[in-house]
């Protein structure tokens, strides 16, 4: 079984550089996919040193030990560039960001005497490292919980920036799709803490432990891997324009005042092309805020709009009689058959189900 796994992690570690390796082919989104493609391939440079020492074949190649622990401080600046490059239109390197990477920079650092170190002294070190067990008074336990904090804090502003964004535009599948991977990253973080933290008490399988960990980290690469392959459209999403949110608001504002307060879906013969002219906006602006913020097309969100007037009428009219042609004609519909097909694909029944429905609660 053990074998079974090492396989599966190996295979999760060849699909990262694999992953890296196409994302930096494409022109598309190049600042976010380069920033991605390094951050896979830290993550399989990791796997790798992790597998080699879990099987004991690093006693093969005892100087490849010691390069994942700096290089992962290199992961978190990088998942919240990668959050700033998704989110804001022509997104550009500063130099005042380099300023992220400055741990490191200082693990790296730390870290060179051990590089120095002959092979055999590699081993040993890293040994003794392993079975020594932590202790809630020592100085190296708080400093290693320090990495989860560090983590944690670029973690959460990362997807604190994307929901911010979510707001204005629900519907971008690049931002929606990166920040499941961050939460799901989350999860995997989770995990690590809660061994690291129970770790003193004693009597727990580190070598389990790390199994699991590598597999969960495996599993997250192999489900970005899925997601390139059947929603390719993801890493080509368009970034809207954010620099100007009060022009954007502004706009957002006359649309809306268009539906809610004019009603102008109540017009049976309304286009994409009338609104944009009633608007003063033109049709590809629409269609994209309409498209980012209901996840749907012009004429969709019109058929909600009018489902939910004719759905107002029949609940005013209470046990009144009421004619669904007369329904349909007042909230917007220009036929009966159009009105019975949305209403039926929105609700699940027809008008007279529904009717029937609301005479039934009036009588309770």
């Known amino acids: ?121 590699k081993i040993e070190t890293v040994r003794v490292f392993m079975e020594k067990v932590p202790s809630y008074q020592s100085f190296d336990f708080y400093f ?14 990362s997807v604190k920036r994307l929901d911010r964004f979510k707001k204005q535009v629900a519907n971008n599948a690049l931002v929606n799709w990166y920040r499941v991977i961050l939460l799901s990253y989350s999860a995997f973080l989770i995990l690590h803490l809660v061994y690291f933290l129970i770790q003193p008490l004693g009597g727990f399988n580190f070598s389990l432990i790390n199994q699991v960990s590598m597999l969960a980290m495996t599993f997250i690469i192999q489900s970005i891997a899925f997601k390139l392959i059947d929603k390719s459209v993801i890493l080509n999403s368009k970034i809207p324009d954010l620099s100007d949110p009060e022009k954007r608001r502004k706009y957002e504002d006359l649309i809306f005042k268009k539906l809610e307060e004019d009603k102008v879906y109540l017009n049976d013969t309304l286009t994409l092309q009338g609104f944009s002219e009633s608007t003063s906006l033109p049709q590809a602006y629409i269609t994209e805020f309409i498209n980012q913020r209901f996840n749907c097309s012009f004429k969709k969100l019109i ?9 107002s009428i029949i609940e005013k009219a209470n046990d009144s009689k009421i004619k669904l042609i007369d329904v349909a004609y007042q909230s917007g519909f220009n036929n009966k058959v159009s009105f019975y097909r949305v209403f039926k694909e929105y609700e699940g029944i027809s008008p007279s189900e529904y009717i029937g429905k609301i005479k039934h609660q009036y009588k309770v």
Not at 144 to 157: D, H, P, R
Not at 303 to 311: D, P, T, V
Request: aromatic share 18%; proline share 4%; net charge positive.
């Open 303 to 311: 058929n909600q709009y009018r489902l939910n007037e004719a759905k």
């Open 144 to 157: 290693s919980l320090s990495f989860f904090v560090y983590v944690g804090i670029y973690i959460f502003f």
């Open 1 to 121: 079984m053990i074998s079974i796994v090492n396989v599966l992690i190996a295979y999760g570690a060849c699909q990262a550089f694999f992953i890296a390796f196409t994302l930096l082919k494409s022109d598309n989104n190049k600042l976010f996919r380069n920033f991605f493609s390094l951050l896979l391939i830290i993550e399989g440079i990791m796997l790798f040193e992790r597998l080699l020492v879990e099987t004991s074949l690093i006693n093969q190649v005892p100087h490849l030990l010691g390069i994942s622990y700096p290089i992962s401080f290199l992961k978190p600046p990088l998942m919240l560039l990668m959050a700033v490059a998704i989110t804001v239109k022509g997104f550009r390197w500063l130099n005042r960001m380099y300023r992220h990477f400055i741990p490191f920079a200082l693990m790296l650092l730390f870290n060179l005497p051990f590089y120095f170190l002959s092979g055999i002294e």
